[in-house]
């Protein structure tokens, strides 16, 4: 199994950073994993954000491009997220997933994304 824990979620304030973290344990997990990030905010789909393959390349939502930032340390398990430039909208619970992700696939399915955290709540404040 893999388990993937999410962590530096937080209230700030408009125009602020935020940099988020997300461990990958378990046997069965493999670097050669894709890892990403999604949110969800009150009353809405879960919806893309970034994502980053085992090569490094990366992917992102348009609204997020040019303020957020994902990276991963192979050595680490782990992939980050770091947010700046904070507006209002970027509230909601983000969320760790893992998987093979599957070309021009941004929606959160399983065949993509067969692994989740628990999510970390971010709270951007105007």
């Known amino acids: 199994q893999v388990q993937l824990v999410e962590a530096g979620g937080g209230l700030v304030q408009a125009g602020g950073s935020l940099r988020l973290s997300c461990i990958a344990s378990?046997?069965?997990?493999?670097?050669?994993?894709?890892m990403g990030w999604f949110r969800q905010a009150p009353g809405k789909e879960r919806e893309f954000v970034a994502a980053i393959r085992s090569g490094d390349s990366t992917y992102y939502a348009d609204s997020v491009k040019g303020r957020f930032t994902i990276s991963r340390d192979n050595t680490k398990n782990t992939a980050y997220l770091q947010m700046n430039s904070l507006k209002s909208e970027d509230t909601a619970v983000y969320y760790c997933?893992?998987?093979?992700?599957?070309?021009?696939?941004?929606?959160?399915?399983?065949?993509?994304?067969?692994?989740w955290g628990q999510g970390t709540q971010v709270t951007v404040s105007s």
């Open positions: 997933a893992a998987g093979y992700f599957i070309y021009g696939e941004y929606r959160p399915t399983a065949r993509s994304w067969g692994y």
């Open positions: 378990g046997r069965t997990f493999s670097s050669s994993y894709a």
